[in-house]
Nanobody, 120 residues
Framework: VQLQASGGGLVQAGGSLILSCGAS????????MGWYRQAPGKQRELVAA??????????NYADSVKGRFTISRDNAGNTMYLQMNSLKPEDTAVYYC????????????WGQGTQVTVSS
């Protein structure tokens, strides 16, 4: 399954963006999907993830985005989203989406990055 991230752009501090991650196939079996970001000169870091558990989907967020970002997945539409509100200049980075499957062994897929730039 190939992933394609979109929705990045230039926004002023305090603004909002919605990132989308479309999949070429079904994401129903993806155990975990997430958004990562990488700023210049920094390591790639997890921003938000949604994990399928028996009781439903469980989400987790980096402390720096809690209360501002919301991750969601639409299995029927094979798409994952990241709603980003109250954006800050330090949110500037290339954002990547990732999906992980387990079929005896773990496998994953990465989307190409989408640039998010937040001006002060």
């Amino acid at each position: 399954v190939q992933l394609q991230a979109s929705g990045g752009g230039l926004v002023q501090a305090g603004g909002s963006l919605i990132l989308s991650c479309g999949a070429s196939g079904s994401i129903n079996g993806a155990i975990r999907m997430g958004w990562y970001r990488q700023a210049p000169g920094k390591q790639r870091e997890l921003v938000a993830a949604v994990t399928s558990v028996i009781s439903g989907d469980r989400t987790n967020y980096a402390d720096s985005v809690k209360g501002r970002f919301t991750i969601s997945r639409d299995n029927a539409g094979n798409t994952m989203y990241l709603q980003m509100n109250s954006l800050k200049p330090e949110d500037t980075a290339v954002y990547y989406c990732n999906a992980q499957w387990f079929g005896g062994v773990w496998s994953d897929s990465w989307g190409q990055g989408t640039q998010v730039t937040v001006s002060s």
